[in-house]
């Protein structure tokens, strides 16, 4: 197998992939890639919920409200609107598909509604401490059981097809080259439209909450493509990420906060109220700031975050996957509070698209994490990125169905007769190590433009190292993302390098006021 064909091919199985090919498949033939199985993404490790308005006390301007809020001027308000007007109609989707949310049979609803930082109501939707799980196994087998779409396990994509590298006319997408990684050689894929649904870029950093396939690959391929890029300085770390050492990214949801979780230095004092009104229920980029101050003002490798004083009945029923996963490392948070630091969690920015999921290179679409449409300003908030994926991907779907298919033209195969086998895999895991060593220390939560210089200095040797590597050798799974996440750690510095201000999640020592006017960061490709 060679050479596949498809009317739509979608790279991806988070939410904003499966979301796609279901709108998709009852008149489509659609190809749906993803990099290790279907359901291993960061749509399946979400904790917390997704944010729609459903309560009768609830209200969309309120929604809106928190939203912009924690955008800190930034969002764009039309996205908003448009985002938050079709929540309910998303829920209301999923609850047709069979998605098992926590009832509560006592609630106007039905079903029992969380609040998170930065809402003004409880208005996130939740199965349990597990929903991201419990969405993408119900659509997954969907997906499985449904003719029109072909999954394409164990394949990662490794750069569009332009018109431009076809020597063609215009700036249009036709597919993508794909590494079959099982049987270790690349296929062309065509297709009438191409959507970059491959998620966010958590893994540039050294500490994140994001699963090992969180390489910012659409992100660097859209780039390479031609398309701009928006907002990438801003990159949420989430405050709660348990810490122990026998537990990688492991989340401590925002819920816990949300249901009445304090946080405490080693001695028990609550810090939070010092740091902001709001105390644990302020926005992450608040909370995981007052985190990082504390931890560096005293020296610690973590802070507590404390619900034991709530029955152990409560929290078992409201978090039973924490729960559990804490009691296997010998925390029972029933009696004891639960080790915690900030961590890499999720990436605002990404490449510009418009309310149709639409970017700069026709025929291409970018949808969920990867792109950016303006919802998330300076700082997403909480549970606002399962609700996009949905309402973005069926306005993506509906624009697709609606356009008609263009010829295609012939597309060579993947040429790599000039290269040969690696013989030094050192060199990967090396870089690899220091480019997310280099992003932690220099580009984190608080920020310096001495740091910064420092991180893009060291990137600009590795980018050059890698991309000879690249060129003289046969592709693996890991050099792959070792390029797009080089790739991305240079446009996350050089946006928060323009930036001349702390605003939302960028927070600059050296430019500690927030400017008058919000201006967006967006990075043109030289072409």
């Given at each position: 197998?060679?050479?596949?064909?498809?009317?739509?091919l979608?790279?991806?199985?988070?939410?904003?992939?499966?979301?796609?090919?279901?709108?998709?498949?009852?008149?489509?033939k659609?190809?749906?890639?993803?990099?290790?199985?279907?359901?291993?993404?960061?749509?399946?490790?979400?904790?917390?919920?997704?944010?729609?308005?459903?309560?009768?006390?609830?209200?969309?301007?309120?929604?809106?409200?928190?939203?912009l809020?924690?955008?800190?001027?930034?969002?764009?308000?039309?996205?908003?609107?448009?985002i938050?007007?079709?929540?309910?109609?998303?829920?209301?989707?999923?609850v047709?598909l069979g998605?098992?949310?926590t009832?509560?049979?006592?609630?106007?609803?039905?079903?029992?509604?969380?609040?998170?930082g930065?809402?003004?109501?409880?208005?996130?939707?939740?199965?349990?401490?597990?929903?991201?799980?419990?969405?993408?196994?119900?659509?997954?087998q969907?997906?499985?059981?449904h003719?029109?779409?072909?999954?394409?396990?164990?394949y990662?994509?490794?750069?569009v097809?332009?018109?431009?590298?076809?020597?063609?006319?215009?700036?249009?997408?036709?597919?993508?080259?794909a590494?079959?990684?099982?049987g270790?050689?690349?296929i062309?894929?065509?297709?009438n439209?191409?959507?970059?649904?491959?998620?966010?870029?958590?893994?540039?950093?050294?500490?994140?909450t994001?699963?090992?396939?969180?390489?910012?690959?659409?992100i660097?391929?859209?780039?390479?493509?031609?398309c701009?890029?928006?907002?990438?300085?801003?990159?949420?770390?989430?405050?709660?990420?348990?810490?122990?050492?026998?537990?990688?990214?492991f989340?401590i949801?925002?819920?816990?906060?949300?249901?009445?979780?304090?946080?405490r230095?080693?001695d028990?004092?609550?810090?939070?109220?010092?740091?902001?009104?709001?105390?644990?229920?302020?926005p992450?980029?608040?909370?995981?700031?007052?985190?990082?101050?504390?931890?560096k003002?005293?020296?610690l490798?973590?802070?507590?975050l404390?619900?034991s004083?709530k029955?152990?009945?409560?929290?078992?029923?409201?978090?039973?996957?924490?729960?559990?996963?804490?009691?296997?490392?010998?925390i029972?948070?029933?009696q004891?509070?639960?080790?915690?630091?900030p961590?890499?969690?999720?990436?605002?920015?990404?490449?510009?698209?418009?309310?149709?999921g639409?970017t700069?290179?026709?025929?291409?679409?970018?949808?969920?994490e990867?792109?950016?449409?303006?919802?998330?300003g300076?700082?997403?908030l909480?549970?606002?990125?399962?609700?996009?994926?949905?309402?973005?991907g069926?306005a993506?779907?509906?624009d697709?169905?609606?356009?008609?298919?263009?010829?295609?033209?012939?597309?060579p195969?993947?040429?790599?007769s000039q290269?040969t086998?690696?013989?030094e895999?050192?060199?990967?895991?090396?870089?690899w190590?220091e480019?997310?060593?280099?992003?932690?220390?220099?580009?984190?939560?608080?920020?310096t433009?001495?740091r910064?210089?420092?991180a893009?200095?060291?990137i600009?040797?590795l980018?050059?190292?890698?991309?000879?590597?690249?060129?003289?050798?046969h592709?693996?799974?890991?050099?792959?993302e070792?390029?797009?996440?080089?790739?991305?750690?240079?446009?996350?510095?050089?946006s928060?390098?323009l930036?001349?201000?702390?605003?939302?999640?960028?927070?600059?020592r050296d430019y500690?006021?927030?400017?008058?006017?919000?201006?967006?960061?967006?990075?043109?490709?030289?072409?």
């Open positions: 197998m060679t050479n596949l064909k498809f009317d739509v979608i790279i991806g199985s988070g939410l904003a992939g499966m979301t796609l090919a279901l709108h998709l498949a009852e008149k489509k659609v190809g749906l890639i993803t990099k290790r199985d279907l359901l291993e993404g960061s749509s399946s490790y979400a904790q917390g919920g997704i944010a729609a308005v459903l309560d009768n006390s609830d209200s969309i301007q309120e929604h809106i409200h928190d939203t809020v924690a955008g800190a001027g930034l969002c764009n308000e039309d996205t908003t609107r448009f938050v007007e079709n929540s309910k109609e998303a829920i209301d989707w999923l047709d998605v098992p949310f009832r509560d049979d006592s609630h106007q609803t039905g079903f029992h509604l969380t609040r998170e930065g809402h003004s109501h409880r208005r996130i939707i939740h199965a349990a401490d597990a929903t991201g799980a419990a969405v993408t196994s119900t659509l997954g969907k997906i499985k059981a003719p029109n779409i072909t999954l394409l396990e164990d990662i994509a490794i750069d097809i332009t018109s431009r590298k076809l020597g063609l006319e215009g700036k249009r997408c036709f597919g993508v080259y590494l079959d990684k099982i270790d050689h690349v062309t894929i065509a297709a439209h191409t959507i970059l649904a491959s998620g966010g870029a958590g893994k540039v950093y050294l500490y994140t994001n699963p090992d396939t969180a390489t910012g690959d659409g660097a391929m859209g780039w390479r493509a031609g701009r890029v928006g907002n990438m300085e801003f990159i949420q770390f989430h405050p709660t990420c348990l810490y122990h050492p026998h537990s990688k990214s989340l949801s925002e819920a816990v906060r949300g249901e009445g979780g304090i946080l230095l080693p028990g004092t609550r810090f939070m109220p010092q740091h902001d009104e709001r105390a644990e229920l302020a992450r980029d608040v909370v995981a700031r007052a985190i990082d101050f504390e931890m003002k005293h020296g490798d973590c802070v507590y404390d619900i004083y029955p152990a009945s409560f929290i078992q029923e409201h978090f039973p996957n924490i729960y559990a996963h804490c009691l296997e490392l010998g029972d948070i029933t004891q509070p639960i080790p915690v630091v961590a890499a969690h999720y990436t605002c920015g990404g490449l510009v698209t418009d309310l149709k639409r700069d290179v026709e025929g291409l679409y970018a949808v969920g990867v792109a950016c449409t303006g919802l998330h300076a700082n997403r909480a549970s606002n990125s399962l609700l996009e994926c949905m309402i973005i069926k993506a779907a509906a697709i169905l609606a356009s008609k298919p263009v010829k295609l033209p012939t597309m195969d993947w040429d790599d290269v086998d690696n013989d895999e050192v060199v990967i895991s090396h870089n190590d480019l997310r060593r280099a992003m932690w220390d220099y580009v984190g939560i608080v920020r433009n001495k910064l210089e420092r893009q200095n060291r600009k040797l980018s050059e190292e890698i991309n000879e590597y690249y060129s003289n050798f592709i693996t799974n890991d050099l792959i070792l390029r797009n996440l080089v790739q991305t750690a240079e446009l996350i510095v050089r928060a390098l930036r001349k201000e702390s605003r939302g999640l960028h927070y600059s500690p006021d927030t400017l008058p006017e919000a201006q967006e960061t967006i990075l043109t490709p030289q072409q």
